[in-house]
């Protein structure tokens, strides 16, 4: 890390100390470490082949439900498998020993920032661990049939109401779909009140959540991207710390 780095990096954690609100935006490069592809890498090896707009789509669930199925058990195995990293850990940290200040978003639908102990993490895209109904259960006069009744997945078909036939699909927000009204309001409120915003390993590429960096500059908030690489948004932020989640964090956060 050259001299200005270090600086930088000083000035930024001195900004930590002192904010009374820090809101943290991530995405999956948050988790990178952890073991989980990021997004787009997801879309390496048997997957690279296809546009993640078209596998994490309600058009290409249906046109495709095995095989995008398949994807979702895929990446549901690598997330139960993953544990939050030390990135993860100080901010979970630095939330319990400073109650009220650091708000979570997270574009993410892994539960790592949950299991490093951030429950309250405002989701934006949902949870890839969920299971919902692709389509409204058509049971009347008793509560709808729970996806967890639902027959097992085969090779051909994703898990299946024995009733209906309805498909199950996870409780992800796909692209074209409205993001969960409550956490957009949240994280547009936690970007408009923030004094810091950190937004760590995403590459902005994905709206409304890449909007959120420069919401919260033109509310007044030191907007700085945590990345090893240059983002969509880099010209949203004041500053730019070239680092990894798992390595950058720990030295904002710790022992402040
Ligand atoms: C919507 C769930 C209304 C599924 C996901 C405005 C302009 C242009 C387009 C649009 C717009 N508004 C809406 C759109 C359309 C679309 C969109 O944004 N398209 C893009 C691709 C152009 N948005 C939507 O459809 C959204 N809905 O707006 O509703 C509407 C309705 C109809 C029509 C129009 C609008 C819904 C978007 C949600 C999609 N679902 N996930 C699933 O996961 O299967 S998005 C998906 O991408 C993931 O959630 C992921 O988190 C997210 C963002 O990607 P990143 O997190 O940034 O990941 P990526 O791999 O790209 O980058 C990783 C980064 O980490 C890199 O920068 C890398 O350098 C860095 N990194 C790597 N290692 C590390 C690291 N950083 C730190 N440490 C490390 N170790």
Redesign the pocket.
Known sequence: MSLTEQVELEELQARVKAARRITVL?????S??SGIP?????MTGLWSQFD??E??SDEGYRAAPARVWAW?AE?RSGVRAAHPNA?HLALAAFARHHPGVLTVV????DDLHQRAGNADTIR???D?LEDRWLDPCPRRGGPPCDPGWARPATAARPPMCSDCGHLVR?G????????PLQALNDAEHAADTAELMLV???????????GLAARARRAGAWVAI????P?EIDTDADQRVR?????VLPLLFSGV
């Open positions: 991530t995405g999956a490069g948050m990178a470490e990021t997004f787009r890498d997801a993640p707009a596998l994490a979702y990446r990135g997270t574009q993410n639908v934006l895209h949902g890839i996870p992800v927000v796909w692209f074209g779909e409205n993001l760590v390993g995403t590459s902005g590429a994905v709206w409304p959540a890449a945590v990345n090893p690489h983002t680092g990894t989640a798992a390595g």
